[in-house]
């Protein structure tokens, strides 16, 4: 068992089996943790503001307001904290936009303990620790800014449309009704000052979204 000073641990997720399995595995590795869950952005929110904490493991995808609202309030609140992100998605672009926000890490959920271990290690050690983003990019620290303000069903929606799904089909991958889907179209043609579905893939291939 990993010796360590007394650490408190705020895990955010909407799944309490994966709250449970983080804190069993942290528990093997550390001693004297305590910690705190959350299943929302406002309940995490709320644990925030009433104390400190160590480390935050944060969830990309959360009911309501999703985990890079909370990722914009934690870096705003308690810049010090160090969050490492949490997300079922691989992909690098999840990665940028964690690290242009303010994360100090990034894990996506199909890594094994051994890896999870490694990334809380390295972020409670002040280290950065980003699955999916080069080393260069996280040297660089520029991701596109403008994607950086997409929420999370915001950036899903976009790929979806670049790769050619038909708004029925993002419908049902996402569980929406096709005049949601219609909704974020239109806000990501606001945000980011596009014209059509065919400049949001030139969009997605010109930052390497994909």
């Known amino acids: 068992m990993r010796q360590a000073h007394k650490l408190t641990i705020l895990i955010v997720d909407d799944h309490l089996l994966v709250r449970q399995g983080l804190k069993h595995v942290l528990q093997f590795e550390y001693r004297d943790i305590v910690f705190g869950d959350a299943g929302t952005a406002e309940e995490a929110l709320a644990q925030i503001k009433a104390r400190p904490w160590r480390l935050v493991i944060l969830d990309v995808s959360l009911p309501g307001d999703d985990g890079f609202s909370v990722l914009r309030e934690i870096s705003t609140r ?3 904290t160090p969050v490492l992100m ?3 998605h691989a992909d690098s672009q999840y990665a940028a936009r964690s690290l242009q926000l303010g994360a100090t890490g990034y894990i996506s959920k199909s890594a094994g303990r051994t890896d ?3 990334a809380v290690r390295n972020v409670l050690d002040g280290k950065k620790h980003f699955d999916g983003l080069s080393r260069q990019g996280v040297d660089n620290e520029k991701p596109a800014a403008l994607q950086a303000h997409l929420s ?3 950036l899903k929606v976009l790929l979806a449309l670049a790769a050619g799904r038909r708004t029925g089909e993002i419908a049902a991958e996402l569980t929406l009704s096709g005049k949601t889907v219609s909704t974020y179209k239109r806000r990501l043609l606001d945000k980011l000052g596009l014209k059509s579905t065919a400049d949001l893939v030139r969009y997605v291939i010109d930052h390497k979204l994909s």
Do not use: H, R
Request: proline residues 8%; charged residues 10%.
């Open 116 to 118: 999870l271990l490694q």
């Open 78 to 80: 308690c810049p010090q």
């Open 152 to 154: 999370a069903q915001e």
């Open 86 to 88: 949490l997300s079922m």
